[in-house]
DNA sequence: ACGCCCTTGTGAACGTTTGCACAAAGTCGC
DNA sequence: GCGACTTTGTGCAAACGTTCACAAGGGCGT
């Protein structure tokens, strides 16, 4: 697995399985949609509806679900419990799925307390830390245990989902045991990329990476705002490129007046060594999502 | 924005604008590597290397950064320090980006508490709660705000990315009032749909969804596994969807023995009505990300 | 000064995803 | 029972993303 490109069989014609990743990605949301019409008593939703509410297009929304079979009526819609029941048993959430959490700091606390984790199968097994500080307390109902007892813990509770919640520098090594333990399916909080045999499937969730985009557009927001202070063919990126670090630092954000007012550029941050104490980096692994 | 389909220029030849979303949400990958790697001393990177480390082919990689310019040399690599530089321009990185977050409970405190988000030029701003018995405390050096202050800190700290961590319930009221504040960018983690002008860019981060995909895999895996114990045209899903709930709830989990064992399956969660106190939706926003 | 060798940058092929548009299929009113 | 109307399911083309493969370019040894 590991989500890279890799391995997907090509979807011959007669397509039962072989879901597009595009698709299953998108089930959870409509799962998620479905189970609060059907709490507001809504017993039928036709593809423009409930697209509407899932927020893409309901051509997309349609072939999505004729992925998993012909389960709406032409003229009608689809049947809110019946599809409900369809794309959790595709997802798998038929099942309950015991999840181990792998460190107990301000993440794994959080995710321990969080009432939505058991929503959908996902049950909590056990949860982890190496601090004997933490190790023995009680969150959630749970007492954390050590960090040792990875492999116990796995095979006690037929684990299926390891969750890393340790900071970056120990989550390879977390990783490495997970999977020696017969974990496949892996979900990161450390902002590493971790090294894992094709057959691991690994999701990462980055908070630093989200940021990093929304800047990036927020920037182009403002860059087109500014858009007509500049010579017309004028290419501030390239005209300090002539290689060897910018002249001035302060190229980096040039005629200030900006929507947003430029602020101080943070250079020392942006030039040099790292930021801060979890900076570290291995290994490969598919990098998209 | 809002990161759906919709906007995106076309591109034109001389494309110096227009990197593909694909490149940008790698773009942070390459920053995190790179930073390790200046931490270590290297100072040179081919492509190759880069791309290992961050778990990507790497003609890719050249390919990404090529969006950015001509930043390699032949028969040599990159540049670490300079590149991490013009990736950082780039992200937009090199300015400070104030950030506001919305909900002071488990996942917005632990958000606070994080230290890596202030390394790359994000900074807390404030810290807004409606709970009376919240707002006051103190965490992380930052005494929590009540709710109703949005619009004002907003315009006192310049603040330009808003962050949701409040229960679903709230989450689109929280929205409204972020984008008639001003906010354009919004990190959001509560597990809604959140129905936004076309201007404003949403990015969601939904560990459920994240859990489910996983589940989905997971499954498939040992369904995999269990391959021959199955008629060979055998088709489980079809045969029970001749309409009305399936016969045998059971149904969904059929020749029990597979890898890890079929588990109790939950029914009455997948048929019926909502499971935790969570769900709810309205609107559209692109779903995919 | 020259040529070898290494690595970048990119053209072109391929696979995946999206969205349009419409025929097929079913419902509902009469 | 029938015809009009609604909505699904899908063929198709365009957009987007990934990967291969290699020519162009630059450093370095001689
Ligand atoms: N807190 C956030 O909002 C946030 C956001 C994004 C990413 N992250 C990432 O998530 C991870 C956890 O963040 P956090 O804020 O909870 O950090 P934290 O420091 O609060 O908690 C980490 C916990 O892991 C434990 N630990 C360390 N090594 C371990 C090991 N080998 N085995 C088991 N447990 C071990 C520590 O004892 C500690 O309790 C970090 O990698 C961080 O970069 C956190
Ligand atoms: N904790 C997790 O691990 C986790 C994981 C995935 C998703 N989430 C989602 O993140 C969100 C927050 O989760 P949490 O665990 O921190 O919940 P929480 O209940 O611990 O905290 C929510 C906080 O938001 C505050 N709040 C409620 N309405 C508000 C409003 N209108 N304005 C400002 N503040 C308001 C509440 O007072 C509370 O302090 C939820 O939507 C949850 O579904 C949480």
Redesign the pocket.
């Known amino acids: 697995m590991s989500r890279g490109p890799s391995a997907r069989r090509p979807a011959p014609a007669g397509n039962h399985h072989g879901i597009p990743d595009a698709t299953v990605a998108r089930l959870p949301v409509y799962l998620r949609v479905l189970y609060g019409m059907a709490d507001r008593g809504v017993t039928t939703v036709s593809s423009e509806e409930l697209a509407a509410a899932a927020g893409v297009n309901s051509a997309k929304l349609r072939k999505d679900l004729s992925h998993l079979g012909s389960y709406g009526t032409r003229g009608v819609g689809y049947d809110v419990e019946y599809l409900v029941y369809q794309v959790s048993r595709e997802l798998g959430l038929t099942q309950d799925w015991p999840v181990l959490i792998v460190g107990a700091g301000n993440l794994g606390r959080?995710?321990a307390?969080?009432g939505?984790?058991a929503s959908r199968g996902f049950r909590i097994a056990a949860l982890l830390d190496c601090d004997p500080g933490v190790v023995g307390t009680v969150i959630a109902r749970h007492t954390v245990r050590s960090a040792d007892e990875i492999e116990e813990a796995v095979r006690k509770f037929d684990v299926a989902i390891g969750v890393i919640a340790t900071p970056a520098a120990a989550a390879q090594n977390v990783c490495n045991r997970l999977v020696a333990a017969g974990v496949r399916s892996i979900l990161n909080f450390a902002p590493v990329v971790l090294n894992v045999p094709s057959d691991v499937d690994v999701r990462k969730v980055d908070l630093s990476i989200e940021l990093q985009i929304l800047a990036f557009h927020a920037q182009r927001r403002t860059a087109a705002a500014r858009l007509f202070d500049l010579p017309p063919g004028g290419d501030l990126a390239r005209g300090i490129a002539a290689r060897g670090l910018p002249a001035s630092p302060a190229a980096a954000s040039p005629n200030g007046r900006s929507g947003r007012g430029a602020r101080a550029a943070a250079e020392s941050r942006a030039v040099a060594g790292s930021g801060s104490e979890d900076d570290y980096t291995t290994g490969a692994q598919a990098v998209g999502t």
Chains 1, 2 share one sequence.
């Open positions: 959080a995710l307390n969080y939505g984790f």
